[in-house]
């Protein structure tokens, strides 16, 4: 297959003498081997999409236990391009980097530029579903992408603006549920105030407040909805979203001063107890539904670094090498992929057990949250400064090392 051939060798002319399982020797080997990981992953979903022939070449491929095929699979296209251009929209939206990272950043700007005006061009094959209840969660990553990276938006044409604008609309007849799917109507709206759209702002004050004063659990957690859930959707949504979301109304109209200081000591929780569950050897306690997002469990704590809010607690390299230790483990494996180079259901391997009963192939690209540090400058601490142990690795390496604590509000 030519995606195949071609994926193999942009990954060859990409070597920089390190391999997946190598300590780089030098912060711009550190970073290319992020670059290769996250060509890797999306090379399939672009190159596609950018063609018009993503829903020709995606497999098919769903739960076991899935509670609607049909619609799962007639979903899976945006679920693939939201979330896959979410977590590499920092990095398209970054200048530097090594000759070989900005030649692979320029294929990939002209490939997600193409692959969403297909996305939204209703003439088109690769014309996505936008209506419906799974349409406006991915909708929403879609938003969170062209959000992160202004480059992209700027550079769409104003006609694919305008069709991003109209087919995101759309979006607007599905009530979500009440839990964190009230996030994903804000987020879409939050993009339309952040690009001077007519907007809604009881969408988003419903979510601020119904999060900021209804649901905190306490030391550093949200409840997803009235009941708190033992999961990670605290990283793969609910504390990035929030965040975004009231960084874009606190810019735009000054809004929510006070949540935005409340939810600065949430995060700096959250990111401190994110970095404590990865273990010594990148693997992560596989609890909760949405497993089989595999890296996008870390979504928050990669938000954190990529915006340099870590709170004092944790170095940059320090997170560097745990998030890296992370996607080692979860995306470095060929058994991550079908022959195509297509991820394949599970965490650590082909795993179809693990899925939900939404879960599709689409599903698996949150996986990209991340990669979002390469959003940050090449030159950045996260990238310059010498590799340090995160927690797990230090402790259980038999070396002295602060204790954790909970956090009170006050």
Same mark, same amino acid.
């Given at each position: ?118 996305? !939204?061009? $209703? &003439?088109?094959?690769? +014309?996505?579903? =936008? ?7 991915? @909708?929403? *990553? ?28 759309? !979006?607007? $007849? &599905?009530?979500?549920? +009440?839990?964190? =799917? ?7 709206? @939050?993009? *339309? ?218």
């Amino acid at each position: 297959m030519k995606t195949k051939k071609f994926m193999a060798l942009a990954m060859l002319c990409l070597i920089t003498g390190n391999t997946y399982g190598q300590e780089a020797k030098d912060a711009d080997g550190r970073r290319m081997q992020w670059v290769q990981l996250l060509d890797k992953v999306v090379r399939p979903v672009f190159t596609n999409m950018a063609a018009d022939q993503l829903r020709k070449n995606m497999p098919k491929e769903i739960s076991p236990v899935s509670d609607n095929p049909d619609a799962r699979i007639k979903a899976q296209y945006l679920e693939a391009l939201g979330r896959a251009f979410s977590g590499i929209a920092p990095w398209l939206n970054g200048e530097g980097g090594p000759a070989a990272e900005i030649k692979l950043r320029n294929q990939y700007r002209t490939l997600v530029i193409a692959s969403i005006r297909n996305a !939204t061009d $209703s &003439t088109k094959n690769d +014309y996505v579903l =936008w209506k419906g209840a799974q349409p406006l969660v991915d @909708a929403s *990553f879609f938003a969170l992408g062209l959000v992160r990276a202004p480059w992209i938006w700027e550079h769409l044409g104003s006609k694919t603006q305008q069709d991003v604008v109209t087919c995101l609309r759309q !979006t607007r $007849s &599905t009530v979500p549920g +009440y839990n964190n =799917w009230i996030l994903f109507s804000g987020m879409i709206e @939050a993009f *339309f105030l952040r690009y001077g759209y007519e907007y809604n702002p009881l969408t988003i004050e419903y979510g601020v407040r119904t999060f900021m004063y209804q649901w905190y659990a306490g030391d550093g957690l949200f409840s997803d909805g009235q009941h708190f859930h033992n999961d990670y959707y605290n990283s793969y949504v609910i504390q990035p979203y929030l965040k975004e979301i009231l960084d874009i109304a606190g810019q735009k109209n000054g809004r929510y001063k006070q949540e935005r200081e409340q939810l600065s000591k949430i995060n700096d929780r959250y990111s401190e107890i994110q970095e404590r569950t990865i273990n010594a050897d990148g693997s992560f306690p596989a609890y909760g539904r949405s497993i089989v997002y595999r890296s996008g469990a870390f979504h928050h704590l990669a938000n954190m670094a990529y915006k340099a809010q870590l709170p004092a607690s944790l170095a940059p390299a320090q997170v560097r090498e745990a998030l890296f230790a992370v996607l080692q483990k979860t995306l470095a494996p060929s058994a991550t992929y079908d022959q195509n180079g297509w991820m394949v259901i599970g965490l650590n391997g082909k795993q179809p057990g693990l899925a939900d009963t939404y879960n599709n192939q689409g599903s698996l690209y949150l996986c990209t949250e991340a990669l979002l540090p390469l959003g940050l400058a090449p030159d950045a601490p996260f990238w310059k400064d010498a590799p340090l142990p995160w927690s797990s690795k230090a402790i259980w390496n038999g070396e002295d090392f602060h204790g954790d604590h909970a956090m009170d509000l006050k």
